[in-house]
C-alpha cells in the first residue's frame, strides 16, 4: 500500500534515532564522568547505596582525622610529662643525697633545697603552660569536676574516664562490704595458768624474737622479766626497719597482751612475730602468738573470739567495696574501677575502709575530662572518655601522713616536708615517699595515655582506614563507569545513530515517489 499521509517507516526510523541518540547521549555523560550513575534514573537503588556509603565515607574519613589530632594531642601531653619525670628524678636524687646527713654540711644541704624548690617550680610551671592549639593540657582543665567528696570518708580521688550518657552529671557511692586490715599477730599476757610467780604481761625467761613486716627482718633480746611495755617500745623503736608496730590489746593493762601490727593496711603487708630459742621443756613458754583466722572484723575481747588460733605470722586484707553498685577492686585502703563509662581511683580514709557499718559514700562527677570522637556517628560506642587530672606540684604526690595528705608542694623551703625539716626530726621517709609517689603518679599517667594512644587512637585509625579502603572499592563497583564498556557502547550508539539518520533519510524519499504515478 502506498500512501503519504502516514510515512510509517519514517515513524520507526525516527523512534530508533530518538533511542540511538539518548543511548549516546547516556554513553557520553557517563564517559565525561566517569560515573556509571549520574542521576536516580540511571539505577535508583544504586544510587541510594551510593549515597549512603558517600555519607559514611564522610564521617569515616573525618574520624581518621579526629584519630590523628587525638593522637597529637596526646603526643604533646606526654612530651611535657617526660620533662616533668626528669624533674622528679633529680628531685629524688637529691632528698637521697640529703639523708647522707653525715656525709654532707649544711650548705650542701641548702643547695640541694634551692634545686628542689626550682625543680618543683618548673613542673607547675610547665603544668600551667602546657598547650595543644589553645587547648591546656596538664593544668587539671582536662580532669574531672567533682562536688560532694567527703574527706572524712575518701582522702584522695583520680577519676580517668566517665561517659556522660544522657545525663549532666554522674552519682558515685562507695560502700564498703569488708573492712581493710593489717596483719595482726597476737601475743598472750595472761601468766596464771604457768607454774611459778611471773607476773602477768612480763616475759618469763631470757629469749631471743624475730619480728620481720613488708620492709625487713631484726631480731630482739629480752630478758628475763622485761615488761610487755618495754617490749612495745623496743618493737615501736624498729619499725623503720621492720614495717612492724605494737601495741598493748587493752591501753595500758600489760596483761592483755600484746598486738603486733603492719604498718600499712591490706595483702602485702604481713606481720611475723616468732621466738628463734623455743624452751624444750613444755609448760614454761609464755611467748604464745595467736591470729584471727579468716580476717575477720577484730572483736572488742579478742581473747574470747571463736577464730582465735595458734599462729606466728598474719597477712592483712585489702579493702572490699561496691562502687555504684560493681565490686571494686581493693589494694590496701584504695579502691577502684575500670570500664569505658567509669573508670576512677579513690583513696579510703582508715576509719572508713575499716568500718562496713558506716553510711555509703555518695559524690558527684559535674563535668570535665576530654571527649573524643572516634567514629563516624556521634553516638557513645563511638567515643572514648579520658580525664587529665592536674600535675602541678600541689597536686601530685598526695601520701597521708598523721591523718594530713601531704603534696609535693610540701618539699619546698619551710615547708613540713622540706630538706631541713627532715633533717630536724632525722626522718626522711616521709619525703621519699611524697617523692615516690609522685614519680609513680606521672609515670602511671604516661603509661596510660600511651595505651590510649597505642590500643584506642592507632587501632581505631588503621580499622577505620581498613573500612575507607573497603567502602570505596564497593562504592566505585556501584557507581564508577567501565569504560571498556562505555567505549563499545558509545561506539555502537555512533554506529546506530550514523545509520538511523540514513534510513530516516530513504524512508522520507520513499513518500516522493508518489509523484511518479500522478505523471
Known amino acids: 500500500m502506498t500512501r503519504i499521509n502516514t510515512n510509517v517507516p519514517s515513524m520507526i526510523a525516527r523512534q530508533r534515532l530518538n533511542r540511538s541518540g539518548v543511548d549516546l547521549q547516556v554513553r557520553l555523560e ?34 581518621i582525622a579526629n584519630s590523628e589530632r587525638a593522637s597529637s594531642v596526646i603526643a604533646t601531653t606526654e612530651g611535657s610529662l617526660t620533662e616533668i619525670n626528669d624533674l622528679l628524678n633529680s628531685i629524688k636524687a637529691l632528698t637521697v643525697e640529703a639523708a647522707n646527713s653525715g656525709a654532707i654540711s649544711d650548705e650542701e644541704r641548702d643547695a640541694n633545697q634551692l634545686q628542689i624548690d626550682s625543680a618543683i617550680q618548673s613542673i607547675t610551671r610547665i603544668a600551667n603552660t602546657a598547650t595543644f592549639g589553645g587547648q591546656k593540657l596538664l593544668d587539671g582543665s582536662l580532669g574531672y569536676v567533682t562536688s560532694g567528696i567527703a574527706v572524712s570518708t575518701i582522702t584522695k580521688s583520680s577519676i580517668t574516664a566517665a561517659s556522660f550518657i544522657d545525663a549532666n ?94 604498718e600499712g593496711f591490706g595483702s602485702e603487708n604481713f606481720v611475723s612475730v616468732e621466738r628463734l630459742d623455743k624452751p624444750t621443756t613444755a609448760g614454761v613458754d609464755n611467748f604464745r602468738t595467736f591470729k584471727l583466722d579468716g580476717n575477720p572484723n577484730v572483736p572488742t575481747d579478742i581473747w574470747a573470739d571463736a577464730s582465735l588460733v595458734t599462729a606466728t605470722r598474719d597477712e592483712g586484707r585489702d579493702v572490699s567495696a561496691l562502687i555504684n553498685g560493681n565490686v571494686a577492686n581493693g589494694d590496701g585502703l584504695t579502691v577502684s574501677i575500670g570500664s569505658p563509662s567509669l573508670s576512677l581511683k579513690l583513696d579510703l580514709s582508715e576509719s572508713y575502709a575499716t568500718d562496713p557499718t558506716l553510711t555509703v559514700s555518695t559524690f558527684d562527677i559535674t563535668g570535665g575530662g576530654s571527649l573524643y570522637q572516634l567514629g563516624p556517628s556521634v553516638n557513645a560506642l563511638q567515643q572514648s572518655n579520658i580525664g587529665i587530672q592536674s600535675i602541678a606540684s600541689e597536686a601530685i604526690g598526695g601520701v597521708l601522713k598523721n591523718g594530713t595528705v601531704n603534696f609535693l608542694s610540701s618539699l619546698q623551703t619551710g615547708k613540713a616536708n622540706s630538706l631541713a625539716a627532715a633533717d630536724a626530726s632525722r626522718d626522711y621517709s616521709t619525703l621519699s615517699d611524697i617523692v615516690d609517689t609522685a614519680i609513680d603518679e606521672i609515670s602511671i599517667l604516661r603509661g596510660r595515655l600511651g595505651a590510649f594512644e597505642r590500643n584506642v587512637l592507632d587501632a581505631n585509625s588503621r580499622s577505620l582506614q581498613g573500612a575507607f579502603e573497603n567502602l570505596t572499592a564497593s562504592q566505585s563497583l556501584i557507581r564508577d563507569a567501565d569504560f571498556a564498556a562505555e567505549s563499545s557502547e558509545l561506539t555502537r550508539a555512533q554506529i546506530l545513530q550514523s545509520s538511523g539518520t540514513t534510513v530516516l533519510s530513504l524512508a522520507n524519499q520513499q513518500s516522493q515517489q508518489v509523484l511518479q504515478l500522478l505523471g
Do not use: H, W
Open 30 to 63: 557517563r564517559l565525561s564522568t566517569g560515573l556509571r550513575i549520574n542521576r536516580g534514573k540511571d539505577d535508583p537503588a544504586g544510587l541510594i547505596i551510593s549515597e549512603r556509603i558517600s555519607t559514611e565515607l564522610k564521617g569515616i574519613n573525618q574520624a
Open 169 to 262: 552529671a554522674i552519682n558515685v557511692s562507695v560502700d564498703v562490704i569488708a573492712s581493710a586490715q593489717k596483719g595482726s599477730i597476737y601475743l598472750s599476757g595472761d601468766n596464771s595458768a604457768l607454774p611459778g610467780p611471773p607476773a602477768d604481761g612480763t616475759i618469763l625467761s631470757a629469749t631471743t624474737i624475730q619480728v620481720r613486716g613488708p620492709k625487713g627482718v631484726r631480731e630482739i633480746e629480752l630478758l628475763s622479766g622485761t615488761t610487755f611495755a618495754q617490749l612495745v617500745t623496743n618493737v615501736n623503736s624498729l619499725t623503720g626497719l621492720t614495717g612492724v608496730t605494737a601495741e598493748l590489746v587493752s591501753g595500758a593493762d600489760a596483761s592483755s597482751g600484746i598486738a603486733f601490727r603492719s
